[in-house]
Nanobody, 117 residues
Framework: QVQLVESGGGLAQAGGSLRLSCRAS????????LGWFRQSPGKEREVVAT???????NYTDSVKGRFTISREKARSTVYLQMNSLKPEDTGAYLC???????????WGKGTLVTVSS
């Protein structure tokens, strides 16, 4: 079992910044992917950014140049630095983990981000 606990959401004005954190615990394998999905009102869940244990990063087009994903290996923690926030970034941000060997996926409960115009 893998558990994911997010923190760092909140309210920001357009143009502002927030930093999300997610700590993974439990049966974490050495080769994995950690990342963030977003669930916005009236929209399907979408991937925002992912980062593999080898350091490969991927971003959805709408956040490129504004968001940065990083990992802290020792603490099995993934971060999402969000700059130049826009109202359309509003939503619940869910931490994501994928086991490379089994392809098992786990999501956290989410942390809410609200960006006002």
């Amino acid at each position: 079992q893998v558990q994911l606990v997010e923190s760092g959401g909140g309210l920001a004005q357009a143009g502002g910044s927030l930093r999300l954190s997610c700590r993974a615990s439990g049966n974490i394998v050495s080769i994995n992917v950690l990342g963030w999905f977003r669930q916005s009102p009236g929209k399907e869940r979408e991937v925002v950014a992912t980062m593999s244990s080898s350091g490969n990063r991927n971003y959805t087009d709408s956040v490129k140049g504004r968001f940065t994903i990083s990992r802290e290996k020792a603490r099995s923690t993934v971060y999402l630095q969000m700059n130049s926030l826009k109202p359309e970034d509003t939503g619940a941000y869910l931490c994501y983990y994928r086991d490379y060997y089994t392809n098992r996926q786990v999501w956290g409960k989410g942390t809410l981000v609200t960006v006002s115009s």
